[in-house]
């Protein structure tokens, strides 16, 4: 069966420093990955999504920048953070092939505060 | 705008009671329609997923209806339960996108 790992759970790190959070995948090969993030009270908003080993597409121009170094693992980071990067940031799974057609599967996210 | 509404915002109810959540969309073209329930500090976990020519798909306790000519879908909840509690996300996908609603976020109460 599928696993997807995200660490850490939860994150306070003061604006101005530096982020990686990381997310892996086990029992599936070439999946495609996201990363999502959540504002307190606010649906889910697409960052990036990767269809590849190093093949990033990103959806919003942001602070954030995303790497998929390995087939199944997928970091999002920032060289200095900002207020408004807080949130809970999920990252997710599907089969390969088109972004919206396979059912996507979420980690347990990272709770991201800024200080 | 956002291509997926969802109501009510939130929802209390009484424990044992149903309830029904709503979802409309203006995607097109439209591939599938998906139902999430995400607990608080979790990811979401999906509930139901249904293609065009689908109406309605169960699983326990929740009942997803779908009207592809009024782009409309509901999340019907059966006798609920305290554990219900949570946020309930619709997504509507076409190929290659797919577009989150608001979420309706529920509350039921003993």
């Known amino acids: 069966s599928q696993t997807i790992h995200q660490w850490p759970a939860t994150l306070v790190q003061p604006v101005g420093s530096p982020l990686s959070l990381e997310c892996t995948v086990e029992?599936?090969?070439?999946?495609?990955l996201y990363w999502y993030r959540q504002a307190a009270g606010r649906g889910l908003q697409l960052l990036f999504y990767?269809?590849?080993?190093?093949?990033i597409s990103s959806e919003v121009p942001q602070n954030l920048s995303a790497s998929r170094p390995q087939d199944r693992q997928f970091i999002l980071s920032s060289k200095k953070l900002l207020l408004s990067d807080s949130g809970f940031y999920l990252c997710?799974?599907?089969?390969?092939?088109?972004?919206?057609?396979?059912?996507?599967?979420f980690g347990p996210g990272t709770r991201l505060t800024v200080t | 705008k956002n291509q997926v509404e969802q109501s009510p915002q939130s929802l209390i109810i009484l424990e044992g009671k149903n309830c029904t959540l709503q979802c409309n969309y203006t995607v097109s073209p439209f591939s599938n329609l998906r139902w999430y329930k995400q607990d608080t500090g979790r990811g979401p976990v999906s509930l139901t997923i249904m293609t065009f020519s689908e109406n309605t798909k169960s699983n326990g306790r929740y009942t997803a209806t779908l009207d592809a000519d009024t782009k409309q879908s509901s999340l019907h909840i059966t006798a609920s339960q305290l554990s219900d509690s949570a946020s309930y996300i619709c997504v509507v996908s076409e190929n290659n996108d797919m577009r989150f609603g608001a979420g309706t976020r529920l509350t039921v109460k003993p």
């Open positions: 990767s269809v590849g080993i190093g093949q």
């Open positions: 029992g599936t090969s070439n999946p495609n």
């Open positions: 997710a799974w599907s089969r390969g092939g088109t972004r919206g057609g396979y059912e996507q599967y």
